[in-house]
């Protein structure tokens, strides 16, 4: 795991050493252990990297790493996790190795297959590869977008400068600070941009499961090499051999990200999801799992966590965090946000993960990614026969309001054309609509850019086997009646945990818990509320370019918690968390200047 940044210019020149140590440098954070640079001038190419070393902690590992055969340059951030198999059919091409890393593995895997040794590689990352036999740089990032890859187009065909967090454009001459308004808006009403762009003005994310080949600056080819299957019709699925493929395939992938130089705990709620992981985990070696509690709050599942703990064998420990310890220095942590996303546990897992590096876990083990893939959300109830009713731009309407429209509500066009398209190509399946806005949508621009950054920020790399791009291919496939149903959801790994033998009973049985922690606390905590209201309401708050001043009064001075449909805001405490995270984030990322 590593921080990546540089450029491809149309003409050499525009930038300079100074100005790549400057984005390294602000990356830092993501590879404390090495760092290290390359640069073609005279072809407008830079290359920087920052190493967080896990596999080969050796000098043998350092980034940009050179193929000397044909001057190919790569800088990698993620994992891969099939290596040693690459490695092992690479060697039998007369490939031959120097370091036992899967960065190396990578940059031969290129010589060999081009660029289509994205089909072939199994694990997260993002990359860029500078190739001077083409004259272009490639730039990739995995099918399940775990990885972040950031790209500004500079005006005026002027060059793409890349990174893996925003953070690092900050400082380059000719970087505008310019809120991109339709971000901003997605951002209020889902929490998220649910599309390409970020809350900066030209700056985009590389989408998933997608390559770029750039020359001179300019964009050549821009390729989608992973697209989701449609679902199976129930008619012509063994379930029996189902459950068998999915079991084998979960504990082979989990097995895999066992691996690594260093030591690795598993992040374990209680809950099916994270308890399934560690299971298997416990069934190829001894591990350690780790559970947070949240003080102040009625919400606990350390007592699930312990069943599960006790069931499985694991070195388990237990971990508290408070309000206090969120409103500590909480504008640091908004600062590793990076773009903006509205998922509070960005803050409470980046404290985990700190505790976590401070008992001398290096990689951590989660469980995202299931409940997107395997129907785990209560809106995926809406696909059940009968659940949604009358023409379809009215069922598209109820599905928005679950998911904005009861918030905000400004972005029903986005949703409309997002969801009409995954209609149209599974013959009106609103359960695979459902997933793909989840799964394409949310969890690559919400949840696990939650993962990312609040692992990162703490130099911890964290992984997530249900995004391994095999489960995926498997749960695309897999149709709604055999994962939801009227009484229960993620069917499939529920029985994949009974036939198995892999938990006990009452968590196998035990229906999603989920709440928004820290929007909770602005009602329940009035030292938490207390803090809130003085930034939301202040006189540099955004709630007055935005009209919310008097929502935000009514909620914070006279308890008003929303108003009823067809108003546009209805839940003024999941208002009030984006605003407040908002209001933070503008005072690292916006200049005094260029405010809002």
């Known amino acids: 795991m590593c921080g990546i940044s540089g450029w491809t210019l149309a003409q050499a020149g525009k930038f300079g050493t100074p100005d790549l140590e400057t984005m ?201 090499y992973f697209t989701p299957a449609t679902p199976s019709l129930i008619s012509d699925i063994e379930v029996p051999a189902l459950v068998e493929h999915i079991y084998q395939t979960l504990d082979t992938v989990v097995a895999e990200q066992l691996v690594a130089d260093v030591p690795v705990g598993i992040l374990l709620s209680g809950g099916l999801d994270s308890s399934l992981i560690a299971a298997l985990a416990c069934r190829h070696k001894p591990v350690e799992t780790f559970t947070m509690g949240f003080g102040q709050s009625e919400i606990d599942e350390r007592p699930f966590a312990r069943t599960v703990s006790r069931f499985i064998g694991s070195d388990h420990h237990e971990l508290e965090i408070t309000p206090e310890e969120i409103t500590h220095d909480l504008e640091s942590n908004v600062a590793h946000f990076d773009d903006l996303f509205a998922d509070w546990g960005m803050i409470s897992t980046r404290l985990l993960y700190q505790k976590c590096r401070d008992q001398g876990i290096k990689v951590v083990i989660v469980g995202e990614g299931a409940d997107e893939l395997f129907g785990g959300y209560g809106v995926f109830r809406n696909a059940l026969p009968g659940a949604l009713k009358g023409p379809k731009a009215w069922r598209l309407f109820q599905l928005y309001r679950q998911y904005a429209g009861r918030r905000y509500g400004s972005q029903y066009r986005v949703f409309s054309r997002l969801m009409r398209g995954y209609l149209n190509e599974s013959n009106n399946d609103y359960f695979h609509a459902i997933r793909m806005f989840e799964s394409r949508h949310q969890l690559p621009n919400n949840y696990v850019m939650k993962v990312d950054r609040a692992s990162m920020a703490v130099s911890v790399e964290a992984r997530v086997p ?99 449909f067809p108003h546009s805001i209805s839940i003024f405490r999941n208002l009030a968390w984006r605003l407040l995270l908002l209001n933070l984030w503008s005072r690292t990322y916006l200049e005094r200047s260029n405010a809002h």
């Open 466 to 564: 249900y995004l391994d791009s095999r489960v995926a291919e498997i749960a695309y496939t897999v149709p709604r009646e055999l994962l939801i149903n009227e009484t229960g959801e993620k069917l499939l790994l529920r029985k994949v945990a009974s036939q198995y033998n892999l938990l006990p009973d009452e968590i196998i049985q035990r229906q999603k818990f989920g709440a928004p922690l820290a929007s909770s606390w602005m009602n329940e905590s009035p030292k938490f509320r207390a803090y809130a209201r003085e930034i939301i309401l202040g006189k540099q708050s955004w709630v007055d370019e935005l009209g919310l001043r008097t929502a935000m009064t009514a909620y914070f001075d006279k308890g008003k918690t929303g108003y009823a």
């Open 24 to 224: 390294q440098k602000s990356v830092a954070h993501r590879g404390p252990d090495d760092s290290g640079i390359f640069e073609a001038a005279e072809c407008g190419i830079a290359l920087a990297h920052n190493r967080l070393s896990i596999i080969d902690l050796s000098n043998h590992g350092h980034q940009p790493m050179v193929n000397a055969a044909n001057g190919d340059v790569l800088i990698f951030n993620g994992e891969i996790y099939n290596f040693r198999d690459l490695r092992k059919q690479l060697e039998k091409r007369n490939y031959r190795f120097h370091s036992e890393s899967d960065t190396e593995v990578l940059l031969y895997a290129f010589a060999e297959w081009g660029i289509d040794c994205v089909q072939k590689i199994k694990g997260m990352f993002a990359f860029a590869i500078w190739s001077p036999q083409n004259d272009a740089l490639y730039l990739a990032r995995d099918s399940m977008g775990i990885k972040p890859l950031l790209c500004w187009n500079m005006e005026d065909g002027a060059g793409i400068v890349f990174a893996s967090e925003i953070k690092a454009f900050l400082g380059l001459p000719g970087f505008r600070r310019t809120i991109n308004r339709k971000s901003l808006a997605q951002f209020l009403e889902f929490g998220f941009s649910c599309e390409e762009n970020t809350v900066f003005a030209g700056v985009q994310k590389l989408t998933p499961g997608t390559w770029q080949k750039i020359s001179r600056g300019r964009i050549v080819e821009n390729q989608t």
